[in-house]
């Protein structure tokens, strides 16, 4: 307490000079905790997103450069009905083209199996998906969401409507059976680009992948990728499975042709590039924490050289040196704890301010707080410890001396 007293009461005697002190601290510490606090509201934000899209399904790859079989729309669907842990499996075809009823639009045409509903993380708003049978007869049917509804046919009582669809100069007249649920924000922005005529957009539509393949004479018969739907938290389970199904069937086994494509993966790789990148720019800021400990060093230096008659007065009354280094390390700690203190309350204020030109929260966690309060405690232990030393080995006769 004596410690801490001292430490304290010498602050407060040189405000102006302690806070000066500590402004490189400040100003390194409160940059870190924005950049980590920016650096995990992007990773929070776009895992959620990749979490919502990897329940959506698993892709599984053949390489075509080192293998030149493929699986047929039959076996796809056999794979996805031998796991039970899946809703199944569908080759994706994709075209792009036109659409066009009461407004003319751009268009990708997706074509599947019955399964691929469970590509969609949102429920069916009206109407049905297409069918096995939809798909056994190649049935002119679609499915889309709300919003493209409105884009298209400027009416969300889309079901049971026509339109023409055209893909490499071939056009069918599609019916729309069924209407994915839209948010709020997606349906108003709809009705206003087709109120201002802006209808610069593109819509997806769902189709049987027959329609694609024998109505439109899209490529599509040799499947070399395909989806597989995973219940919640089997994405990894489902995925090995489904790589050795197709690797069975296609007699690949252990030739290192079969991949698999997940969104976990590539929210791994994300993370790390973005862990990567927090942590060059945290090491580019934490440089002011590094200039502001030699302030800190070579105030205490100046402290130390001021009090020498103070020191030598406690030394002569009996101090020993550890207590003089204790006393010393104790005022540059504390002087650094109350600059990270101030650093992180700036830091909070910066990423609130920052956090209004983002369209993600920033995230601050109490494990980068603690860090914080850890490393500006160091910073003022490490720095400290050669005015500290110094003040310790002073020989109390010279110091009383000393004017």
């Given at each position: 307490m004596e410690y801490f007293k001292s430490a304290f009461s010498s602050i407060l005697d040189n405000k102006a000079r302690s806070l000066l002190t500590m402004l490189g601290i400040i100003?390194?510490?409160?940059?870190?905790?924005t950049i980590l606090a920016i650096g995990n509201g992007m990773k929070h934000t776009i895992g959620g997103e990749l979490d919502e899209l990897q329940?959506?399904?698993?892709?599984?790859?053949?390489?075509?450069?080192?293998?030149?079989?493929?699986?047929?729309?039959?076996?796809?669907?056999?794979?996805?009905?031998?796991?039970?842990?899946?809703?199944?499996?569908s080759p994706q075809i994709s075209g792009y083209g036109q659409a066009k009823a009461k407004n003319d639009l751009s268009a990708n045409i997706t074509g599947g199996n019955e399964t691929i509903i469970h590509s969609q993380t949102e429920k069916l708003a009206?109407?049905?998906?297409?069918?096995e049978s939809d798909v056994a007869s190649a049935s002119?049917?679609?499915?889309?969401?709300?919003s493209a509804a409105i884009l298209l046919f400027r009416s969300m009582d889309a079901v049971g409507m026509t339109f023409d669809a055209t893909i490499n100069g071939i056009t069918?007249?599609?019916?729309?059976?069924?209407?994915?649920?839209?948010?709020?924000?997606?349906?108003?922005?709809?009705?206003?680009?087709?109120?201002?005529?802006?209808?610069w957009q593109y819509i997806n539509v769902y189709t049987p992948h027959t329609l694609l393949t024998q109505g439109f004479s899209l490529p599509g018969e040799n499947i070399q990728s395909f989806t597989v739907f995973p219940e919640p938290?089997?994405?990894?389970?489902?995925?090995?499975?489904?790589?050795?199904?197709a690797e069975n069937m296609l007699g690949l086994r252990g030739q290192k042709a079969v991949s698999i494509q997940s969104f976990a993966s590539m929210l791994e790789t994300f993370n790390k590039i973005l862990n990567i990148a927090t942590m060059v720019v945290t090491l580019i800021a934490a440089i002011s924490l590094i200039v502001g400990g030699i302030g800190v060093m070579n105030i205490m230096t100046v402290s130390v050289t001021e009090r020498t008659r103070e020191i030598g007065i406690r030394k002569a009354l009996?101090?020993?040196?550890?207590?003089?280094?204790?006393?010393?390390?104790?005022?540059?700690?504390?002087?650094?704890?109350?600059?990270?203190?101030?650093?992180?309350?700036?830091g909070y204020g910066l990423t609130f301010i920052v956090s209004k030109f983002m369209n993600f929260p920033p995230k601050i966690l109490l494990s980068d707080v603690a860090l914080v309060v850890l490393i500006s405690t160091s910073i003022g232990l490490f720095f400290g410890i050669y005015p500290a030393h110094r003040a310790a080995k002073m020989s109390p006769i010279e110091a009383l001396r000393y004017e």
């Open positions: 100003i390194g510490i409160s940059s870190v905790i329940s959506g399904g698993v892709t599984i790859n053949i390489d075509a450069k080192k293998t030149d079989r493929y699986l047929t729309a039959e076996e796809v669907k056999q794979i996805g009905e031998q796991i039970p842990e899946a809703y199944g499996a009206d109407g049905r998906f297409f069918t002119p049917v679609g499915v889309m969401t709300q069918k007249t599609i019916t729309v059976v069924g209407l994915i649920e839209s948010d709020e924000e997606s349906i108003s922005d709809a009705w206003k680009s087709v109120s201002a005529g802006e209808l938290g089997k994405q990894d389970e489902v995925a090995l499975k489904a790589k050795r199904l009996g101090a020993r040196t550890g207590s003089i280094l204790i006393q010393f390390l104790f005022e540059s700690a504390l002087l650094t704890l109350i600059g990270g203190i101030l650093g992180m309350i700036a």
